[in-house]
């Protein structure tokens, strides 16, 4: 069964026992050379060397993420993708179903009806089906969480912290629920429950904060409700308190496979370690049998493509993980197929200087490609009439104007660049946002 880095697959349905590794890499290597390029099946090939390690891919080009990645041999696996710790509370519903229902699909069109078994999915839709089934071991103070229990999105959550806030009479000016939520926020994402964030409050604005994460918590319990950062680590504490229900998600999941690797937080991270790495609580398996190995991990990703950290993404995650999994094996997929080597020279000598990081070189058989020209403007205006004069020379030169797209830092920047295509004749469209002759103008 073969997996593509875009669509995140986690396992086929043909055991070690059923089909040898010999006959297991003939089949992988007749396969790709009869679907995909030869750079695939090096790569395929490369990866059957690895057969039972861990595996870290680093990627320089994302184009690879349409390559072939690897064979899963046993019966069951999980996919997990990270989507750079951006704020998806709001559309959780909508767009882990729509995701989850595209990765579904195609996966099932590559390898049938056996998808169906499979986990492809984000990291909080894996949780939510982890605890749908298991929540009911956990309790807590105020009760017990239910299996139906509900996720608050974010205008949720900022009406019930409004009202924690008001239920501590604190000053909502000074303690306003957004900052609030984002504090609690990275906190849960450190997996440091209100518990431990009070024991360790060390001034009387933690105090404060740490008593409206506890009364949060508190409702959210009450309610037999998780908000989206609950989701991940409420799972890692239940195979932390319940080592039964770890080794069965462990038995389960003979492969873990992660995108995005470098954007992934402490949470997701630990969440990792307990499907793969930790090691196995003796006394918890004699019921269960013979001690199974850990599952296999691959991860993808890229530790110069980590622009997240605001967000809660860990680049230690990916930096680190040669020593996290001494036995792992690297490859690197350094060739780019977007890029001139001018461009990717330049990258080279850029990111270089990054403390840190593992190095990698970036080639292309594309050429050598235009020089990159630099221009140094006096002010915005004069760095917008730069711009249109590049636009006419692209299209004196055979260009269509929807051809050539202008992007820009901050959204202010925007009216300058709209009042100099305007004086020049530009035609234009702002794809975000109201035209400037379409907005409400405070004199």
Known sequence: MLAYFDIHVGSGDVSLD????????EFLTSLVRERYLEKETRLGEELLRHF???????????????????????????????????????????????????MKERVEELVGRRARIMWVSTFHSACVRILRKEIGALEREGGTWKSNFSIYDAQDQKRLMTLVVSDLDLDPKRYQPGALLHWVSNH???????????????????????????????????ANALDFDDLIMTTVHLFEAFPEIKETYRRRFRHVLVDEYQDTNHAQYALI???????????STEAE??????AELMVVGDADQSIY???????????????????????????????????????NGIIGHNKGRKP?????????GERIVGY???????????????????????????????FYRTNAQSRVFEEIFIRTGEPQRLDVGAQLNERRQVV
């Open 376 to 406: 140094v403007a006096d002010d915005e205006h004069d760095e917008a009439r730069f711009v249109s004069g590049e636009i006419d020379t692209l299209v004196d030169g055979g260009a269509k104007p929807g051809d050539v797209a202008v």
């Open 360 to 368: 990698k070189r970036l080639w292309s058989d594309a050429g050598d």
């Open 309 to 347: 950290a605001f967000r809660g993404a860990n680049i230690r995650n990916i930096l680190d993980f040669e020593e996290d999994f001494p036995d792992a094996a690297t490859i690197l997929l350094e060739q780019n197929y977007r890029s001139t080597q001018t461009i990717l020279t330049a990258a």
């Open 289 to 294: 049998g013979e001690r199974v190995p850990p």
């Open 18 to 25: 059923e089909l040898g590794i010999d006959e297991l890499q």
């Open 188 to 222: 849960k994402n450190e997996l440091r429950d209100a518990e431990q964030v009070t024991a360790e409050a060390r001034n009387k604005l933690e105090e404060t904060y740490a008593a409206a994460y506890t009364l949060y918590q508190r409702r959210l319990r009450e």
């Open 273 to 283: 370690r307990q499907l793969c790495a930790d090691p196995l609580d003796q006394s």
């Open 52 to 102: 039972e390690r861990d595996v870290m891919l680093r990627v320089a080009d994302q184009s690879w993420k349409e390559h072939l990645l690897a064979l899963d041999h046993l019966k069951e696996g999980i996919s997990l993708r990270s989507y750079g710790q951006r704020d998806p509370k709001n559309e959780y519903k909508r767009e882990s179903y729509e995701l989850f229902q595209e």
